[in-house]
């Protein structure tokens, strides 16, 4: 075999460095972006929350769910956090307000003790069936019981004084009243004839003949006077009413009784909703992108 030449062998390889196709590899492409320059956002990630603890932060968030630039709003907190049931802002614009709740819960929490302190201070704001419900009115009767009977028992004898007679008939009390003794009788009359004559009447029929007043017995007034008792206490609060009005029976009902504040104001709540005891402008609450509950005050 002949010998290659020198160029031949250089030609060869030349032709192996370059690969299969014979073609020079091309090198690797830069990436895009210049180094330095900021990351495009990952739009997985969510934005994130609101703190409710700095008052700077929820004035932004009032700011965006109002559309309001935040220098346009005032924050403060709001004398509604006194009532122990979680911590209020007043965010004001201009002559507009809101109160800023952290969470539903808490503005539910603060519905119940603003109506608690309603029921305390004026009951009559309520429904009288509804202060009624939760009077403990078992406890109401048995307190006013003993003075109800006393003055109806002064009342009755007072009346039985003025006319015996009369109350007897008023009362049908007939069959309680005991018949005027002989000396009593005779002390009318000495003929025997009309003795015997009104002996054979009723005894409130010889009281009368003999124009003298029978005696009412005690425990005739006192069993009127406990069955009037029990009648008007069926309804105690409307007799209180009778005496002073349905505001002033209400709250002598809750002065001698109690009411069972922390059940009503519950109850209250969760039957007409946390806005109607707190959103006193226009009955509604919104929530903001972090979840902070706010409604109109003014």
């Known amino acids: 075999m002949p010998k290659k030449s020198l160029d031949e062998l250089f030609a060869r390889a030349m032709n192996a460095s370059k690969g299969s196709t014979g073609r020079t590899p091309s090198p690797k492409k830069k990436s895009a972006r210049v180094l330095g320059a900021p990351k495009p956002p990952n739009k997985m990630l969510k934005p994130s929350k609101a703190d409710f603890d700095d008052e700077d932060s929820v004035k932004i968030e009032m700011a965006k769910a109002l559309g309001y630039e935040p220098d346009d709003l005032d924050i403060k907190e709001s004398h509604l956090s006194s009532f122990g049931a979680g911590t209020f802002y007043e965010v004001e614009s201009g002559r507009k307000s809101w109160i800023v709740a952290r969470n539903d819960e808490e503005a539910h929490d603060l519905a119940v003790?603003?109506?608690?302190?309603?029921?305390?201070?004026?009951?009559?704001?309520?429904?009288?069936?509804f202060i009624q419900s939760h009077i403990r009115l078992d406890r109401l009767r048995r307190d006013l019981e003993s003075d109800v009977q006393n003055m109806y028992e002064d009342d009755l004898r007072e009346e039985a004084e003025r006319n015996p007679i009369q109350f007897v008939y008023d009362n049908d009390l007939e069959d309680e009243i005991k018949p005027p003794t002989d000396d009593q009788i005779r002390e009318w009359t000495e003929e025997e004839d009309e003795i015997s004559e009104i002996k054979e009447m009723e005894p409130i029929n010889q009281w009368d003949a003999i124009h003298e007043e029978p005696e009412i017995p005690d425990t005739a007034i006192e069993s009127i006077a406990e069955e009037r008792t029990k009648a008007v206490l069926k309804d105690p609060i409307a007799y209180l009413s009778d005496m002073g009005g349905d505001e002033e029976g209400i709250k002598r009902a809750i002065e001698i009784a109690g009411i069972d504040e922390d059940a009503a104001a519950d109850e209250a709540v969760r039957t007409d909703g946390w806005e109607h005891f707190l959103s006193r402008y226009d009955g509604k609450s919104d929530e903001t992108p972090s979840g902070f509950v706010y409604w109109r005050e003014n």
């Open 113 to 129: 003790a603003v109506v608690k302190q309603d029921l305390e201070n004026e009951p009559e704001m309520f429904e009288r069936k």
